[in-house]
C-alpha cells in the first residue's frame, strides 16, 4: 500500500508498523495507465526499516503524476522511465 504524506514530512516512524524507521531509499513506482503500464525506476521515497512500508513525499507525487500524465498521451504498452532522468 501507498500511502500519501501531504504535511507532516519527515516522519521519524512508520505508519503502518509505528516502531520502525523510516529511511531514505529509492523504489519503483509501479502504474496503470489507460490498457499500459508504467514502472518508474529509482523514485525517491523514505522506506520503513521494519516492515517495508515505502511512502513518497507531495513533490515526488506530483511529479509522478505529471510523468503519468504525459505518458498516457503516447500510444504504447509498457514504459520503464527512469525518475532521476526524468525529474
Ligand atoms: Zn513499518
Not at 49 to 70: F, N, P, R, T
Not at 76 to 82: G, L, N
Request: with cysteine.
Amino acid at each position: 500500500m501507498i500511502m500519501r504524506m501531504e504535511k507532516v514530512w519527515p516522519i521519524m516512524n512508520c505508519l503502518l508498523c509505528k516502531s520502525g524507521d523510516m529511511i531514505p531509499a529509492t523504489e519503483s513506482y509501479f502504474a496503470k495507465v489507460n490498457d499500459g503500464y508504467v514502472i518508474i525506476e529509482n523514485v525517491p521515497c523514505y522506506k520503513c526499516e521494519q516492515c517495508g512500508e515505502v511512502v513518497y513525499s507531495a513533490a515526488v507525487m506530483e511529479k509522478i503524476e505529471d510523468l503519468l500524465d504525459h505518458l498516457e498521451k503516447i500510444a504504447s504498452k509498457i514504459f520503464i522511465v527512469d525518475y532521476s532522468e526524468a525529474a
